[in-house]
């Protein structure tokens, strides 16, 4: 199969008021004959050009309403026009530019990059199959510094982790969900709903928080609550990578450190992922 | 000279309410002697292990109120201490987690981090000399989707440029300044301040913006608004990465674009960079 | 499931002469009940820091004679100490570090690091399954300044390239194989005859080349020939990341370029993929 | 002042063979008068898209015999075709292809990127002042498995760190000289032979090595020797980006570990630097 990844901006305006997306596409396609491959014959070959000149024009006549519609829009147009196509996947992710404020006013045509977790979308199909759509957040930094412990593993001669009930519990976020065979949906608004299921699942209440045994529990804290919450979601996937920081052993050094001052670990790091969907 | 890089966490706690700061600090030491270059005489070598746990050791004695008294700290530390110091550098940058929040309310240990603008700073002397602090705003990234042109530029047989009125105005930018030698500043607060006005020189009014007609005077108009708002500051320097924007000539495809599909232009790239001081 | 990163670097003596070898380790669990992540019970958990110390312990004790019996000795153990474990996958990649020659004669222990194509291996398995072993090459970056074109593609309406019989073929190479269930096999000599084998596919002969009609094909070609000539291999994964670049228009500048002076196209990117087994 | 990249490929045949060098060019300009910064005057200004049409100009015409001569060359362009520049810089870098080789033959038009170690070169001007010309090479990446040491070291309450007389001496170095007003020098020649003397300075002889006392020692060695050899060479500045390496404690875990397993130590690092010249 081909992979091609294109970056534009596609501006639009309601007045003089500016809106701007700035988006990433890369679309993949398999065909239904290896001939390129095994023959060197390229007739049936959609260039990288032709590809980008496409989505291109997708985004000139349609406009980006949501990163899913667009990359509907790609599959159902490589689909319905080429019969070569056996298999057609659009991913489209954000560039996180935001309206610039002064003072709490909306400014017309300024903008600030704020990556504070990135949005993306999938949507796949395969001929004579139903289109599926995913949508997902990725590079989602999150820290609890109390109310996190790991306790109770399994212990054997290569262990040498101590117990520990008051950890930090900080990592990178990775969740991706799918809509199953979607249709008029208001991704836009779901997106955001999720968003704060995961961070609301992280955290637990603002006063006080709630404990976390560890990462594994975490994670399914998180897709539990997304899939109690938001019917639309069918399988959610979250990948957390974990950053580790362990507390500064000061006693050489004439101190006690009682969890004030923590150096990350940057070896070894580990990640936990994890699956669930309906039954 | 010498140069180590340290990161940490410092936490601490007012009732049950948690704050954290996590930092990366790079020191910068010169010997009033270079024969541990030149006999390999290691005896007034300070060890990078050293340093760092002589910073571990002031963040947890002094915990850090802001970047920029940490950076003081440091210098006046290595001066005091260490006869055989020349120079000190003390760099600080933070990474940016931001407190959570649920439905409006802060939550007691949980955060986010949000890169919209790295704060850093410097602080600096040499031995005998007065100690100097830097502060700045590092990968910044802003745009304006229209009040910006590029026209009346020198012309030769190498210019296939074409002049433009209404183009996009984006890049990453690079802001540092100095406050001299400064004494009981809150640092904090004038940080803040200086960025408001960063922003606000570049965006102009939120109704309607105002026009740049180059991305130098862009970065003339931030100096000129910071050194007139905030007195604190002795110079600025402002160094601009553009991001280049071309509309897609859609003529091929039989299309107009007005603007609405433009793609980046990775190559040149450019940079502009401007250093303005009071008279 | 989770998975661990590990750094290290491991040395030997033979005589005098010093042997290095830098690996990082990816060692992925899965267990045989999801309970940790539904009840928070972690009783059946092996933390990251137990793999650690096992992967260190096994480097000690048996060395490396190849990153790939390394791989086996990771999944061995796994399998064979933890009757919790359900699957596990090492990954294993090394830095290129090779020994210094002043004037033709080898250095006793001195190395530089040549990252021409990182070499990597796999080993997986699940309870009661084979061991699988694959290997493979990645950040190969070539370049065939000519005997490459493209033609005879699909057109439509959003066809803007013009056919080419002389172009730039310039790209990273990912290439992954299956020895299947191994024995006995000389990985280290394997690896180098399939890493001359993909430089040969690609390439041609050393006097003249050998024509390539699409990227697709050349990929078929290193496929075809590595399964011709080692018999180990059992399928073979070629993905091609390719950077294009187009002959500058000088003609505005009053000059003609004869492919002399070219730029790299940044965006749109491609690849292409393919896997290909034996029958 | 202005700064803008360029990337772009150069090739030439001889006969059937084919020659390429990829580069990136970064060339900085001052004007003499600011006013493009204080009134928004763009009349002097030479826009991004000009300069890379000079380069690439220049790069058709001339050709890159060497990387320091294609400096000079945009250098005396820019300070003979513009009254208006006051200082110029040009920067060059190399993408390091390589001829592939099979079974000793060279290839006629196939490449294989080698990166160890980056040659790069730096031409400057100011109006009226000496063309002065700079080479280097960075992102070379060393290591000495034994004779190396770290004792003798200065100590306080903070010194944590043992000494040690037999450790890993890694890391990356940065080495940039001066060649003063060169003129006629064979650049490219001369180079080669200052990447020699570094790696022979860093190794000592091949059978048994030299001792090093300190990563300042080593620094000190290489810019020795290189002056002495290379009477070209003013001035060489060499920094070294240190990777620090820990013999891994197994006690805990039964074995010792006699220098045979050690991990990465990645905070902190450390680097030193050092410029030396001729008296």
């Known amino acids: 199969y081909g992979k091609n990844t294109i970056k534009f901006l596609r501006l639009h305006k309601e007045g003089k008021k500016q809106f701007v997306k700035e988006v990433e596409v890369c679309a993949h396609l398999r065909l239904t004959s290896p001939q390129e491959y095994l023959e060197g014959n390229n007739s049936l070959v959609i260039p990288t050009d032709t590809i980008k000149n496409i989505v291109l024009v997708l985004a000139k006549k349609n406009g980006i309403s949501s990163l899913e519609q667009f990359a509907i829009d790609i599959c159902n147009h490589f689909m319905t026009t080429f019969c070569q196509v056996a298999y057609v996947k659009a991913y489209v992710q954000e560039v996180p530019w935001q309206r610039l404020h002064e003072d709490g006013v909306p400014h017309i045509h300024s903008f ?6 990135i949005r993306f979308c999938e949507a ?3 001929r004579n199959g139903p289109l599926i759509v995913f949508a997902g957040i990725k590079d989602l930094k999150l820290m609890k510094t109390t109310q996190s412990g790991f306790e ?6 290569h262990t040498t982790l101590p117990e520990r009930h008051d950890r930090i519990l900080c990592g990178e976020f990775f969740c991706k969900w799918s809509y199953g065979e979607c249709k008029d949906f208001d991704f836009n608004c779901i997106w955001k709903q999720i968003r704060e299921c995961i961070l609301e699942a992280f955290a637990g209440p603002p006063d006080c928080g709630e404990y976390s045994p560890s990462y594994q529990k975490t994670v399914n804290c998180i897709q539990m609550l997304v899939l109690s919450r938001v019917p639309q979601v069918q399988v959610i996937e979250v990948v957390l990578n974990n950053t580790f920081y362990n507390v500064v052993d000061m006693k050489n050094l004439g101190l006690t450190n009682d969890k004030e001052v923590l150096v990350p670990v940057e070896t070894p790091y580990g990640s936990c992922a994890c699956t669930l969907g309906r039954k």
């Open 112 to 117: 600030i990059c704020v990556p504070d977790g």
């Open 152 to 157: 109770g593993f399994y212990k054997n001669e």
């Open 124 to 126: 796949e199909q395969c």
